[in-house]
């Protein structure tokens, strides 16, 4: 017997193609466009975007989660995803941002290289990004509130 597929199955499946596409893409434009002798140091970047996701945005992610949980039982599961949503894109922001930060301590032979102080940049971000997580969060509890009907308890009958 075949089950047709539903659509979370087709909008998965179209997803996943839409990834390999954008990999594959991502692949030839490395072939194509950078000299094998920068392979390796791009070849570090990635392992050390994977090593920075596994060992501190993921684990950051899944205790604060559990946190949430934990501390506010009664929050919709909507307010921790906005939360979740904010650690990943903060912790994206930094990976990329502070290898310039290192670099720009370390000195450049020009400074038109890396002419913005950008520890201040990722501060002011991370924190509009606190900002608005917090503003989006709350206003997304309030109202989940809101919508919420009373309900008398079988107590009070």
């Known amino acids: 017997m075949i089950v047709p ?10 997803l996943v193609l839409l ?3 954008l990999l594959a893409t991502g692949a030839l434009a490395l072939v194509a466009g950078v000299a094998p002798k920068h392979w390796p140091g791009i070849l570090a ?26 501390v506010g039982a009664r929050l919709p599961a909507a307010v921790v995803a906005i939360v979740q949503g904010a650690l990943v894109i903060g912790g994206i922001v930094s990976l990329v941002v502070v290898p310039e930060i290192i670099k720009r301590s370390i ?7 890396l002419p913005l102080d950008y520890g ?24 989940f509130a809101s919508r919420q009907k009373v309900r008398p308890s079988a107590d009070q009958h």
């Open 120 to 143: 201040v940049n990722l501060a002011v971000f991370l924190g509009v990004l606190a900002a608005v997580t917090a503003i989006v969060a709350v206003g997304y509890a309030r109202l």
């Open 5 to 14: 597929p539903t659509r979370r199955t087709v909008a998965r499946l179209a």
């Open 107 to 113: 000195g450049t032979l020009s400074s038109s290289i």
């Open 19 to 21: 990834g390999l596409a």
């Open 45 to 70: 970047w990635f392992a050390g975007a994977i090593v920075v996701h596994d060992a501190l945005i993921a684990p950051a992610v899944f205790l604060v989660t559990l946190l949430l949980r934990r």
